[in-house]
T-cell receptor, first 112, second 114 residues
Framework: DAKTTQPNSMESNEEEPVHLPCNHS???????IHWYRQLPSQGPEYVIH???SNVNNRMASLAIAEDRKSSTLILHRATLRDAAVYYC?????????????FGTGTRLKVLA | DTEVTQTPKHLVMGMTNKKSLKCEQH?????MYWYKQKAKKPPELMFV???????INESVPSRFSPECPNSSLLNLHLHALQPEDSALYLC?????????????FGPGTRLTVL
């Protein structure tokens, strides 16, 4: 299975942009890149996904490298509520079902 | 409504007990998932049901027995668990179509095995 590599932790000041990197050098052509975040004592929450092109939604932006071997989740203005573990996920197809392969996650700390 | 509900929120059981975890969704999703998450680790996939049929079993020990009675419900039956099975058990669902098939997670059941 393709793997993702993320830094263990990052810090950001409140109201500043945050760039969370993810390496996925063994990604295959059909793997979507998903990002989720998990707040303490909650289940993972969907943030954004993409395949080849950069994507924007109300929560974040996803920048995907041209060779697709890496991607970056961008939070435009971090707030204290964005403190969470952020997971970069690939989604290979197996047995006719898409399964999520979670990365180890980046714990984001937001400083007031 | 993008909600996946799980009951109970917390469960403490002995190694000889039999218990069940329940997951429910009313989004019309046809794929449902069980994950296990240990502290400070990412979720690990256990089982996938697609259109009420078990499609993936990630070599999970037989003391965990999944069941999908209908397209909205997913159960995980627990029997003769070990203390190392203590974890957060997460349920998720997705449309079950080809792509992008975003998964929606429930809040989890925190299981403690004594």
């Amino acid at each position: 299975d393709a793997k993702t590599t993320q830094p263990n932790s990052m810090e950001s000041n409140e109201e500043e942009p945050v760039h969370l990197p993810c390496n996925h050098s063994t990604i295959s052509g059909t793997d979507y890149i998903h990002w989720y975040r998990q707040l303490p004592s909650q289940g993972p929450e969907y943030v954004i996904h993409g395949l080849t092109s950069n994507v924007n939604n109300r929560m974040a932006s996803l920048a995907i490298a041209e060779d697709r071997k890496s991607s970056t989740l961008i939070l435009h203005r971090a707030t204290l509520r964005d403190a969470a573990v952020y997971y970069c996920i690939l989604r290979p197809l197996e047995s006719g079902t898409y399964k999520y392969i979670f990365g180890t996650g980046t714990r984001l700390k937001v400083l007031a | 409504d993008t909600e996946v509900t799980q009951t109970p929120k917390h469960l403490v059981m002995g190694m000889t007990n039999k218990k069940s975890l329940k997951c429910e969704q009313h989004m019309g999703h046809r794929a449902m998932y069980w994950y296990k998450q240990k502290a400070k680790k990412p979720p690990e996939l256990m089982f996938v049901y697609s259109y009420e049929k078990l499609s993936i079993n990630e070599s999970v020990p037989s003391r965990f027995s999944p069941e999908c009675p209908n397209s909205s419900l997913l159960n995980l039956h627990l029997h003769a668990l070990q203390p190392e099975d203590s974890a957060l058990y997460l349920c998720a669902s997705s449309q079950g179509l080809t792509s992008p098939d975003t998964q929606y997670f429930g809040p989890g059941t925190r299981l403690t095995v004594l």
